[in-house]
């Protein structure tokens, strides 16, 4: 190792490599806080460099662990004292703009908010969107294939990348840095790497498609008499707004209650007494005409006793109010801790039942601690789940898996719709994916990682 550490210093410097006590005081992530225990963080900055780095831990069958905003939940970003750990966070730059193209090609490293400012300055957007906007990157985005609040209009990840750049695990780049909306010639190789989560190959570059940018953003929150109403509601608004709709999240009342209690640093802007609520945001062009259509829908929802009460934000100030609602998880986080979190998708007619008898059998086997908060993306059929009981052994955390995934197979429901497997649900895969795709999975990675370098241990064991 001492030997490899010299090597992987003189290519990419003194500085390019961290060590001892400068890579303990780094965390594995922001959900447990736990120190990095890698032998040594490398940090390239270049797509050569990395080469370079890969070529020679693939001569000595150095595993290594890639890091990019380390704001992910599945524990992908863990290292052991035999591992190192590759950091793209000095490949931090926007390469080139194109505004007739509507594109922007960036390095892995650069984080969300950058690229989304960037494209504000342009008078266009990049619409990918979720909480951790400031600490994520790209290339983290990409290797989990992130989705956010707009999917239900833009779609996740894989939609808003055209071409990227990938270092293999013995050095080899793949650049497919395509900039056309059409390229119909073979297989398309990106897709490869879109959700891969750094075990097929290491994502330097991209290529980001951008989108028009919309000044006029309508926002409200509504209080919602049942399950029913809510998708009867989801129904209404995805029609009548169908060309401006652009966010669609469900609050069931555990969730704002605990978001909005006394000692909370966030408003009740509603009555705390509803089943469940709703965020409706759509972006557009006109404000005037938007706000009036928006107030429409809303009209006509109330008459149809879909929603019971609404409050429309009159500001960005108050917008922010009501998002913070729903985005701060941190708080989320310490009102529960400790905690089991859970991201899961499964058909929308089907959530109120699955989530109901997971309530009943956490209450069954936790009947004293057991607490359970629901919230997500219900246009996109992805739910986020957070469980305490009071207790985060290996044994309860067992317990409270198998409430939550077993009931997923009657519904042919996802394990993982945005957060990805990682460490902590590769054992569950099956539930999500036939015999026949896993194998596939595994021959892939046998064919991109011969050794089995990359990431090991991560999303197939």
Same mark, same amino acid.
Request: hydrophobic share 40%; aromatic share 6%.
């Given at each position: 190792?001492?030997?490899?550490?010299?090597?992987?210093?003189?290519?990419?410097?003194?500085?390019?490599?961290?060590?001892?006590?400068?890579?303990?005081?780094?965390?594995?992530?922001?959900?447990?806080?736990?120190?990095?225990?890698?032998?040594?963080?490398?940090?390239?900055?270049?797509?050569?460099?990395?080469?370079?780095?890969?070529?020679?831990?693939?001569?000595?069958?150095?595993?290594?662990?890639?890091?990019?905003?380390?704001?992910?939940?599945?524990?992908?970003?863990?290292?052991?004292?035999?591992?190192?750990?590759?950091?793209?966070?000095?490949?931090?730059?926007?390469?080139?703009?194109?505004?007739?193209?509507?594109?922007?090609?960036?390095?892995?490293?650069?984080?969300?908010?950058?690229?989304?400012?960037?494209?504000?300055?342009?008078?266009?957007?990049?619409?990918?969107?979720?909480?951790?906007?400031?600490?994520?990157?790209?290339?983290?985005?990409?290797?989990?294939?992130?989705?956010?609040?707009?999917?239900?209009?833009?779609?996740?990840?894989?939609?808003?990348?055209?071409? *990227?750049? !990938? /270092?293999? $695990?013995?050095?080899?780049?793949?650049?497919? #840095? =395509?900039?056309?909306? +059409?390229?119909? &010639?073979?297989?398309?190789?990106?897709?490869?790497?879109?959700?891969?989560?750094?075990?097929?190959?290491?994502?330097?570059?991209?290529?980001?498609?951008?989108?028009?940018?919309?000044?006029?953003?309508?926002?409200? *929150?509504? !209080? /919602?008499? $049942?399950?029913?109403?809510?998708?009867?509601? #989801? =129904?209404?608004?995805? +029609?009548?707004? &169908?060309?401006?709709?652009?966010?669609?999240?469900?609050?069931?009342?555990?969730?704002?209650?605990?978001?909005?209690?006394?000692?909370?640093?966030?408003?009740?802007?509603?009555?705390?007494?509803?089943?469940?609520?709703?965020?409706?945001?759509?972006?557009?062009?006109?404000?005037?005409?938007?706000?009036?259509?928006?107030? +429409?829908?809303?009209?006509?929802?109330?008459?149809?006793?879909?929603?019971?009460?609404?409050?429309?934000?009159?500001?960005?100030?108050?917008?922010?109010?009501?998002?913070?609602?729903?985005?701060?998880?941190?708080?989320?986080?310490?009102?529960?801790?400790?905690?089991?979190?859970?991201?899961?998708?499964?058909?929308?007619?089907?959530?109120?039942?699955?989530?109901?008898?997971?309530?009943?059998?956490?209450?069954?086997?936790?009947?004293?601690?057991?607490?359970?908060?629901?919230?997500?993306?219900?246009?996109?059929?992805?739910?986020?789940?957070?469980?305490?009981?009071?207790?985060?052994?290996?044994?309860?955390?067992?317990?409270?898996?198998?409430?939550?995934?077993?009931?997923?197979?009657?519904?042919?429901?996802?394990?993982?719709?945005?957060?990805?497997?990682?460490?902590?649900?590769?054992?569950?895969?099956?539930?999500?994916?036939?015999?026949?795709?896993?194998?596939?999975?595994?021959?892939?990675?046998?064919?991109?990682?011969?050794?089995?370098?990359?990431?090991?241990?991560?999303?197939?064991?």
């Amino acid at each position: 190792m001492n030997s490899l550490i010299s090597d992987l210093i003189a290519v990419v410097g003194e500085s390019g490599v961290l060590l001892g006590e400068d890579v303990a005081q780094r965390s594995v992530d922001w959900f447990t806080g736990a120190p990095c225990q890698a032998k040594a963080i490398v940090r390239p900055q270049t797509t050569e460099q990395l080469s370079k780095v890969m070529a020679l831990c693939y001569q000595a069958d150095q595993l290594v662990v890639t890091h990019g905003g380390l704001t992910g939940v599945v524990h992908g970003g863990i290292a052991s004292p035999d591992e190192l750990v590759v950091s793209l966070e000095l490949m931090n730059q926007i390469e080139e703009i194109d505004v007739v193209g509507s594109t922007m090609q960036v390095q892995a490293g650069v984080t969300l908010q950058r690229v989304q400012e960037a494209a504000q300055e342009i008078d266009m957007q990049f619409p990918l969107d979720l909480g951790a906007r400031g600490s994520c990157t790209i290339g983290g985005n990409i290797a989990t294939n992130a989705g956010g609040i707009r999917v239900i209009r833009y779609g996740m990840m894989r939609q808003q990348v055209l071409g *990227l750049e !990938a /270092v293999l $695990s013995d050095g080899t780049v793949v650049s497919s #840095l =395509n900039k056309m909306l +059409k390229n119909n &010639a073979g297989y398309d190789v990106k897709q490869l790497f879109i959700g891969s989560e750094g075990t097929l190959g290491v994502v330097t570059r991209a290529v980001l498609r951008l989108q028009p940018y919309m000044p006029s953003e309508q926002t409200a *929150l509504v !209080a /919602v008499p $049942s399950f029913d109403a809510l998708t009867a509601l #989801l =129904n209404l608004v995805s +029609k009548e707004l &169908a060309n401006s709709l652009s966010a669609f999240e469900a609050l069931w009342n555990n969730h704002y209650r605990l978001m909005t209690m006394e000692g909370s640093k966030h408003a009740s802007l509603l009555s705390t007494d509803s089943p469940f609520y709703a965020i409706i945001e759509t972006l557009g062009l006109d404000e005037e005409q938007d706000a009036e259509a928006f107030a +429409k829908v809303l009209e006509a929802a109330m008459e149809k006793e879909l929603i019971t009460d609404a409050v429309l934000a009159n500001s960005s100030t108050q917008r922010e109010g009501i998002w913070a609602v729903r985005e701060d998880i941190e708080w989320l986080v310490r009102s529960l801790k400790p905690m089991f979190s859970y991201d899961i998708s499964l058909p929308i007619p089907h959530m109120d039942e699955y989530v109901n008898n997971l309530e009943k059998g956490l209450n069954e086997q936790f009947p004293e601690s057991g607490q359970i908060v629901v919230f997500g993306h219900l246009g996109d059929g992805n739910l986020h789940i957070m469980i305490t009981v009071r207790d985060d052994s290996l044994e309860s955390r067992r317990r409270v898996e198998a409430l939550v995934y077993g009931s997923l197979v009657k519904y042919n429901g996802s394990i993982s719709a945005e957060h990805g497997v990682g460490l902590e649900k590769k054992e569950y895969l099956n539930i999500s994916r036939s015999p026949e795709e896993i194998d596939l999975m595994k021959r892939m990675k046998q064919a991109l990682d011969p050794k089995g370098l990359l990431n090991p241990g991560k999303v197939l064991g």
